[in-house]
């Protein structure tokens, strides 16, 4: 490099800082100033509406009895407990459809996906009806529609029976049950464990093939840890599994797992509404593995099975995981609509404590603080699987 | 499909001899190309039979279409085998247009109009130009007097009265009209270098999107009177718009972002190397190639805010799912709100689907 000893060395107004620094610095003073400027102003409006209305701030409403009915809970509940603890019922109720919904929507939503691409031209013509259908109208109206049929049904003692054991009436759906006892949470925590374990040993296995490309088949240790051990400990503590089903006694169910008509049709709406949107990412990961691969996985003569579950399935989930994410983010925020239809879940019951208590403030800010920890951890989780399967380039 | 170019397609059409029957040979091809797709489409057309066959016995056979003003009695006789669509002649002034006086309704029909007419013209390639954005402006300020009346002879109509599928049009469209600058300085400001005004548009938009826009809502209908200094308020419906406003910046802001991040770089340094000024080089180089690479996904995020205009039934506002709602309270009628809702339905649908049509056409053609 060559320094150009005529030209003049830049004019600097103040030391190092250049007029594009200054400029910048400019912009964000006022940027920074305009949103103090408008937060102090909303505050100190809030304050002086608050005290005019004799609210004092703060969460020690928390502590407070509730007495707010709540009809149908994760957790055992009753009107004489705290605010805090029915916020904790809330999240319950939002959790409990949350995950479920995810789970078979994913479910739903794949199979779907899967018959859009099916040879038979009627399974990809009806699938592409319900994917257009389903996401071209409001969830709130699908939710709306669900809930009156719901309602629509023939009372407890007319139950529509569709297989032995299982009543859907306008009190919900009620299914045959196993009651869950300590002694069957052991056989639960041993299955959890033996799926740990299988896990460790399938990481060893794929280790030990690495270096001597022996395959060596995992579903003998699959057979012995995941169903073995809970048979085993089962057996050892003389566990038993009746399944209680429900009975019709005067004009109600007693006995079996109820699925209150509330949380029936929010599951059924976001369960069908969120399938269509999965059904179309499905669908577009599969395709957007290209073609050579298969051509070339049928060349080497790779079995039907073996071939998408170990050359397509892998592409097509870098292309699926991302959008799924959201997908999943969207199924939980949206799960906040129960409220449409009074099954109560966390936005419910903040909502009703604002009515109660008029802490506007704190219970908006419990609202997002619920919904922006669950987001974070769909994300995180799901950033972690994504970049477990993403592609390792040299 | 995407063709690999050095693996040579198999004239595979051309070889097969074409034999037989075209309906059988389609039949052949896609119904019972072997025998466990023969079974599957055995079962789904059975099926499919039965499910138009009661939808037709139920819709159509045993409906009962019409009845005298205000006398469900056909209806209730019919109920369980014959859908009752006579409520929506009886309805549909209302679930349309809400409590907006009757004799004034041909506004809000018109208004309905304008707005189609304003999504037919900005859906047309040929007219993007910035002229579009008067036209947008022009239209929307006819509607606004339409609606509101007061000037030219109309008689004035305050929004507590409107209702029905303008309402929902005009939430979405001026939804739209001002979250898009909105979602433009954000998603130029999270790509700023400037620190400040990076993390700031990163926090707007990390807790619109964190959030249902149930919550948002809310904050709108309870919280804006306390934020505001006493005696200040504002109209209900102008508060849920802003909330839709500030919810649609946030959405907008992230697809617009990618189509920034989509822009090449020669093309910042370019700019950049023409001494133009960072709003210069924005406004004539950036954003009309970014905004270009980004319209089908910009027409899908105007779908989903459109379906979740839905939402402000919550806060007890009367767009179009609220008066559907409304329409059978009515004791008379209350029992037939499955045929409101597929009515309703119908409408969503219509606007919904005309759109990602016209964004999948979009998609299609963009590479062209």
């Not at chain 2, 504002?234 to 802003?242: F, H, S, V």
């Amino acid at each position: 490099m060559t320094t150009d000893a005529r030209r003049p060395p830049p004019r600097r107004l103040f030391g190092a800082w250049g007029r594009r620094e200054l400029q910048g610095l400019f912009w964000q003073v006022l940027v920074v100033g305009i949103a103090v400027a408008v937060i102090g102003f909303l505050w100190s409006n809030t304050v002086t509406n608050l005290t005019a209305r004799r609210i004092t701030t703060g969460f020690a409403f928390l502590g407070r009895e509730a007495g707010m009915p709540i009809a149908d809970s994760l957790f055992a509940y009753n009107p004489k407990d705290t605010y805090l603890w029915a916020f904790v019922v809330g999240v319950g109720n939002t959790l409990r459809v949350a995950v479920i919904g995810i789970v078979l929507a994913t479910v739903l939503g794949t199979l779907i996906g899967i018959s859009r691409l099916s040879a038979n031209w009627l399974l990809s013509r009806l699938a592409a009806v319900y994917v257009e259908t389903l996401r071209d109208i409001p969830l709130l109206l699908q939710l709306l529609f669900w809930y009156v049929l719901m309602q629509a049904l023939p009372a407890a003692r007319a139950a529509w029976r569709p297989i032995e054991g299982v009543f859907l009436s306008n009190r919900g759906l009620i299914l045959p049950a196993i009651p869950i006892g300590p002694l069957q949470l052991w056989v639960l925590g041993a299955a959890v464990l033996g799926c740990a374990a299988f896990y460790l040993v399938r990481r060893q296995l794929i280790a030990q093939q690495l270096r001597d490309g022996r395959p060596r088949p995992g579903w003998p240790f699959a057979l012995a840890l995941i169903v073995g051990l809970p048979a085993l400990v089962s057996v050892l503590l003389g566990v038993s599994w009746t399944i209680e089903r429900p009975e019709l006694r005067g004009f109600n169910f007693v006995g079996g797992l109820t699925l209150a008509p509330e949380y029936f049709a929010l599951l059924i709406a976001l369960v069908t509404y969120t399938s269509a949107f999965i059904a179309e990412i499905v669908r577009s990961g599969i395709q957007s593995v290209p073609r050579g691969q298969w051509d070339a996985a049928n060349a080497l003569g790779l079995r039907r099975s073996f071939m998408l579950r170990q050359i397509i399935l892998p592409q097509a989930l870098r292309v699926i995981v991302p959008p799924m994410t959201s997908q999943y983010l969207n199924l939980t925020k949206n799960s906040s609509l129960a409220v449409a239809i009074g099954y109560q879940d966390v936005v419910s019951i903040a909502n009703t404590t604002l009515n109660q208590t008029g802490q506007a403030i704190e219970a908006i800010a419990l609202i997002m603080a619920v919904f922006l920890t669950i987001s974070l951890s769909i994300s995180f989780f799901m950033n972690w699987y994504n970049a477990r399967i993403a592609l390792v380039e040299r | 499909m995407t063709a690999i170019a050095d693996v040579p397609e198999a004239p595979r059409a051309a070889r097969r001899p074409q034999i037989g029957n075209p309906v059988l040979r389609w039949l052949r091809a896609n119904l019972f190309s072997s025998i466990p797709n023969g079974i599957l489409s055995v079962v789904l057309l059975a099926l499919l039979a039965k499910g138009i066959f009661s939808f037709v016995q139920w819709g159509l056979a045993n409906a009962v279409w019409l009845t005298p003003a205000n006398d469900s009695s056909a209806c209730r006789a019919a109920r369980g085998v014959g859908a009752c669509w006579a409520i929506i002649p009886e309805k549909y002034r209302f679930i349309l247009f809400g409590t907006y006086p009757f004799d004034e309704q041909w506004r809000p029909a018109l208004s309905v109009l304008l707005f189609i007419a304003l999504f037919y013209l900005s859906s047309r390639r040929a007219l993007w130009r910035r002229e579009l954005v008067l036209v947008w402006i022009g239209a929307l300020v006819l509607i606004s007097v339409l609606m509101w009346g007061g000037v030219l002879g109309l008689s004035f109509v305050s929004q507590d009265r409107w209702g029905g599928l303008p309402v929902t049009l005009i939430l979405a469209t001026f939804g739209l009209a001002f979250g898009f600058p909105l979602g433009i300085l954000v998603a130029l400001g999270r790509r700023s270098k400037l620190p400040a005004i990076r993390s700031l548009s990163v926090l707007y938009v990390e807790l619109i999107r964190g959030v249902p826009l149930v919550s948002l809502l809310f904050m709108a209908s309870v919280m804006f009177p306390l934020f505001m200094p006493s005696g200040f308020n504002i109209d209900k419906l102008l508060r849920a718009q802003i909330a839709i406003i500030l919810f649609a910046g946030a959405y907008l802001a992230e697809v617009i972002r990618g189509g920034l991040q989509a822009v090449p770089r020669g093309q910042y340094e370019a700019a950049e190397a023409l001494g133009l000024s960072y709003w210069r080089k924005n406004r004539l180089i950036i954003l009309p190639q970014a905004i270009r690479h980004v319209i089908p996904p910009l027409v899908n995020t105007f779908i989903a805010f459109f379906k979740d205009t839905s939402l402000v039934l919550i806060i007890g506002i009367f767009d179009l799912l609220t008066t559907a709602k409304t329409a059978i309270i009515d004791p008379a009628w209350q029992q037939f709100s499955v045929e409101v809702y597929i009515f309703v339905a119908a409408i969503y649908f219509v606007f919904c689907f005309a759109m990602s049509r016209y964004s999948r056409g979009l998609e299609a053609t963009s590479g062209q």
